[in-house]
């Protein structure tokens, strides 16, 4: 039983590796590349934040279908070779246009992977109580680390057309932990005559709604830095390791809390902790954009596992706490969209602003931060005054 459990975590913690390792390329230095190719920094924003809006709209129906016949498996297959077809042909384009057209056409194949595998990940703790959702997530982690650090060299080293080639190849990874992690069972809502299950558990609590809006906001703090980060480190004459450096001591940070409170997933609301990471997201965009030196720099992106990696593993707790066994992926779809949503008009903004403020970008984030902080305030309120129907979905 111990054996099978540990094996069911593995083949999952490739899963979340595999998949990371794309996002650890694309997620900084995709910017670069577009940079390379002369798009402007308003125009930078807009494409990063194609992607998000594509996710906007994409992921709550995909991630709908993992709910039903079509199921997780062929969900993320599709996905991944969506990503191997697509990217070489940016090696191919030189105008503008086209190149905005295919980030959009790119961007509906890795819509689904993340929260896809975050689904997968969470359905299996409630089926397996060993399992550990902070060994699972941080094996991610632990490859967007790794990666992340040998993409800064080979950019240095070999110019950004490089992270066009890491991310056609890395999804062949991905393909294959799939194939070997992801069962071709019946998803539950298929498995459970209708009469029965939709009508007594289809409906999400008003509590998981307002944590969900919460969890967006506080997550969309980090569109500036997404798009704006490494060109902004470059300004202030950081090299191409020194950055991937930066992102990976946040990453490093990340992991420590992944490892150290990703049980409370499946065990716990995540309310504190999702409290907790608004909190951080205010002081640490704030700071960042008063133009921090090397030491000050890596203690703020130190502060990436409060600001994401606890307001994340808060939103997973909340999600297997509050969703309905028979619409996890459709809660987890919605979670996908509002996050995309909020990320997508901060990072559109941020186009603007980074070309009228520079640094001061990052301020401009800390109120989403704020917001998320007071919304979660007021779970905090619901929970003590219901504190027996918070849990119905568990």
């Not at 924003?45 to 993992?66: E, K």
């Not at 993320?76 to 905005?100: R, T, Y």
């Not at 480190?233 to 990976?248: M, P, V």
Request: aromatic letters at 8%; glycine letters at 10%.
């Amino acid at each position: 039983m111990i054996s099978s459990t540990r094996a069911i975590e593995l083949r999952l913690c490739v899963l979340q590796a595999a998949s990371f390792m794309s996002h650890a390329v694309y997620l900084p230095f995709f910017p670069l590349w577009l940079q390379s190719k002369g798009l402007s920094p308003s125009l930078i924003g807009l494409v990063v934040a194609i992607p998000i809006i594509v996710r906007v709209i994409a992921t709550a129906p995909l991630l709908d279908l993992a709910d039903r016949s079509f199921g997780a498996k062929r969900l993320l297959l599709v996905s991944h070779l969506g990503q191997m077809l697509c990217f070489p042909i940016f090696l191919l384009l030189d105008n503008q246009v086209a190149i905005i057209a295919l980030v959009a056409l790119v961007a509906f194949a890795q819509a689904a992977v993340i929260p896809g595998n975050d689904l997968v990940s969470t359905n299996a703790i409630q089926r397996h109580a060993g399992l550990n959702y902070g060994r699972i997530r941080g094996s991610g982690s632990i490859a967007f680390f790794i990666t992340n650090i040998a993409t800064g060299y080979l950019v240095g080293g070999f110019g950004p057309n490089v992270v066009i080639v890491m991310l056609t190849f890395i999804p062949l990874l991905a393909v294959a932990a799939t194939l070997n992690a992801v069962s071709d069972e019946v998803p539950e809502q298929a498995a459970v005559p209708t009469d029965q299950a939709e009508p007594v558990s289809s409906r999400l609590p008003k509590v998981l709604w307002v944590l969900m809006i919460a969890g967006a906001l506080t997550q969309g703090t980090h569109g500036a830095l997404n798009a704006f980060a490494s060109i902004y480190w470059r300004s202030l004459g950081f090299t191409d390791a020194a950055i991937g450096y930066f992102w990976a001591v946040g990453v490093m940070a990340e992991i420590v809390v992944f490892l150290f409170l990703g049980h409370t997933v499946g065990r716990s609301s995540g309310v504190g902790l999702i409290l907790i990471g608004s909190a951080a997201a205010v002081i640490r965009f704030t700071v960042m954009s008063l133009s921090p030196g090397l030491e000050l720099t890596l203690v703020l992106q130190m502060m990436h596992c409060l600001s994401f990696a606890a307001t994340h593993i808060g939103m997973m707790a909340a999600l297997a706490a509050h969703s309905p066994k028979s619409v996890r992926g459709r809660a987890q779809g919605i979670f996908g969209s509002l996050t995309a949503l909020a990320t997508a008009s901060s990072t559109i903004a941020s186009g603007v602003i980074y070309s009228e403020a520079g640094g001061l970008v990052f301020a401009a984030m800390a109120p989403l931060g704020a917001m998320g902080f007071i919304l979660t305030l007021v779970v905090i309120r619901m929970l003590r005054s219901q504190p027996q129907r918070a849990g119905s979905g568990g």
